[in-house]
């Protein structure tokens, strides 16, 4: 057409001039992978024969061989004459003949395939399959191993409907009316490969207490995006974030993960988190959280039942993963939480939340390296952030690794930054080495004998730090309670353990005490790790503690501190936990006197309750503002 110009000429296509592309750390990664599955399959089928029909040697001999490209030749020899009405066709203008239809992401059902897909579905199962038996006779690291990590009473249970008139030894207190709920990994597939404890998919398990000594349990899924992908499909299909991203078999899951993505069989852009480690009620809602994804909201039924309201991203105003323990000041009703990234910059961001959920600030945090922060903790005007040894490097899986490392070139601290920054430039870091607090329980600011201004870290301390992760011979896991004090004066730290020896972990405080100070913190006594043997009241003033032990092969989980209303002490509440009679294969809900940690009441429970991570408790007034 005479009336087209073109912009700009085309660039020659030349194979010597096109230069090897910049890859980012995870693309290095991906190549690693898809050369290593190829490589693999190609070694595979070295020795079949082709049919002729796909054979190189028959389809491209003879003048059906290809050529290089050749530049502009002018002035050819012509036989005869050209006709004047070749020329090229008259361009035209495209217009879309509809508009693309939005895309609901509220339900999932089989996905509808077309050709292409189902031919990359077949393809990409092959490869998978074919790696597995490639893989099928090596050894996992215990770590990552099912037959280790799903044993026993770690092992998954079917979901429980509402079950009532539960019998009840002792009397449930008149202030305990609510519902106790404790999440929980509970894979609902068997495992193709690695899993890790922390991979299962979310699973509540809920107590609601009524009057006249009445209470009813249930136990259900948290109906996440994954979890409704992998229904419709009948198998597990997409990446378990530790027990998967293993070794050279784990780059291979990655690739074939985003090629499934990539081509419209799995969703990858909705989440793909399990929710399933902590729970928080905040603005009229009960949130599963890992930190993976972001938290699903999940509704408390007036029967006591449990229904998946969806994935929260708080109104549109947070688009990244969150961690499974935010922070909710008792004083203001504020909310926090951190988001760390494994990948891109910035690898970390802290958050605030106003009462009424709208997000009051998103401060983006400078790191060296993508770091594993499962926990944090605030004070009164101050958010405590760790930043550890315990770091990600997806390299690690070129060399057969897992991901998740312990970097002992790395100094570990403390960054101290008000709850208002609108952004880093006012954090303080204060080295506290060779500390990994995979918890925290609390932090308050204080003052010392010379004035200098202190802030103390009460917090589980790891070692090895990332024994949880990979296999360690002849190091048995400690985590023991840590008191740290973080000088903002002069820039240093101390640290000194409380009850030196015994493995304390999973555990709450007082939340009325959340960012103060506190005298009380009631954890878990983890022996033999990782079984609960007993709950221990740790007073941080003597420290002392006191123990209640479960009795002969009866093991529980977290200790959860439910307070009195209008408790004029700190202890005045109840703990309470779920246990397990491994001889008698049965499963109790025990409540204790906070004040005198004496039993004064069980619930039996009619199904097993596997063991898991942590709780929460809301009482009926929360109840009946849920949204």
């Known amino acids: 057409s005479p009336d087209t110009k073109p912009i700009s000429k085309p660039l020659p296509i030349s194979t010597t001039t096109i230069s090897r592309p910049t890859l980012n750390p995870l693309q290095k990664v991906a190549s690693t992978a898809l050369d290593f599955v190829e490589n693999s399959l190609m070694n595979f089928k070295n020795d079949h024969k082709l049919p002729c029909t796909i054979d190189p040697a028959v389809q491209l001999m003879g003048n059906f061989a290809p050529v290089p490209e050749c530049p502009v030749c002018t002035g050819l020899e012509v036989t005869g004459a050209i006709p004047d009405e070749l020329h090229g066709p008259k361009s035209f203008e495209t217009k879309p003949i509809s508009k693309p239809l939005p895309i609901s992401t509220t339900t999932v059902s089989r996905p509808i395939l077309n050709p292409l897909q189902k031919l990359a579905s077949t393809a990409l199962d092959f490869v998978e399959n074919s790696l597995m038996n490639l893989k099928k006779d090596d050894k996992l690291p215990c770590t990552i191993d099912p ?45 193709t490969g690695g899993h890790h404890l922390f991979d299962g998919d979310g699973m509540i398990h809920a107590v609601k207490f009524g009057p006249n000594n009445k209470a009813s349990y249930c136990c259900r899924f948290t109906r996440t ?10 198998r597990p299909c997409l990446l378990k974030p530790i027990g998967e991203l293993h070794g050279h078999l784990g780059l291979a899951r990655l690739v074939l993960f985003y090629a499934r993505g990539a081509v419209g069989l799995l969703d990858t852009g909705n989440g793909i988190g399990a929710a399933n480690a902590g729970l928080v009620y905040f603005n009229g809602c009960l949130l599963a959280m890992s930190e993976d994804d972001l938290p699903y909201v999940v509704r408390v039924t007036q029967d006591g039942d449990l229904e998946t309201s969806g994935r929260f991203d708080y109104d549109g105003q947070v688009n990244c993963p969150l961690i499974a323990h935010p922070k909710l000041d008792p004083d203001t009703g504020e909310l926090f ?43 009164e005007h101050h958010v405590i952030i760790p930043d550890h040894q315990v770091v990600f490097k997806l390299s690690q899986m070129v060399r057969g690794k897992s991901p998740v490392v312990y970097d002992p070139n790395k100094v570990s601290r403390y960054g101290i930054l008000s709850k208002k920054a609108e952004n880093e430039s006012g954090i303080q870091w204060i ?17 010392d004998i010379n004035g200098d201004k202190i802030i103390v870290v009460i917090g589980s301390c790891m070692n090895p730090p990332d024994a949880i992760f990979n296999e360690r011979e002849n190091m048995p896991l400690r985590s023991e309670l840590t008191e740290i004090r973080l000088n903002t004066t002069i820039g240093g730290s101390t640290r000194r353990v409380i009850g030196s020896g015994l493995n304390l972990d999973a555990g709450t405080i007082n939340q009325k005490h959340l960012g103060r100070k506190s005298r009380y913190i009631y954890l878990a006594i983890v022996e033999p790790w ?78 097993r309750v596997p063991y898991g991570f942590h709780g929460t408790f809301i009482g009926n007034k929360d109840l009946e503002n849920q949204y």
């Open 147 to 191: 037959a280790v990590q799903l044993r026993g009473n770690f092992a998954p249970v079917p979901e429980y409907p509402i079950c009532t008139g539960l019998e009840v030894t002792g009397a449930i207190p008149d202030e305990l009316h609510g519902v106790y709920l404790r999440n929980g990994a509970n894979p609902m597939f068997k495992p």
């Open 225 to 234: 995006n994954r979890l409704k992908q992998e229904l419709s499909l009948g």
């Open 337 to 379: 939480s951190l988001s760390y990234d494994v990948v891109n910059k910035p690898y970390l961001k802290f958050f605030g939340f106003e009462p009424n959920g709208h997000k009051s600030r998103e401060v983006s945090i400078t790191l060296d390296q993508p770091t594993m922060i499962h926990d944090f903790a605030i004070t």
């Open 431 to 447: 080295d506290v080495p060779d500390c990994f607090c995979f918890h925290i329980w609390n932090a308050w600011e204080e003052n």
């Open 530 to 607: 990782p079984k609960c043997s007993g709950m221990a009241k740790v007073n941080l003033e003597s420290k002392t503690i006191t123990k209640f032990l479960y009795g002969n092969e009866r093991f529980g989980g977290e200790p959860f501190f439910v307070p009195v209303e209008n408790g004029e002490r700190e202890d005045d509440g109840y703990i309470m936990s779920y246990v397990r009679d491994e001889d008698n294969e049965k499963s109790e809900l025990v409540v204790v006197e906070a004040s005198s940690m004496k039993q004064i009441s069980r619930v039996k429970l009619p199904g």
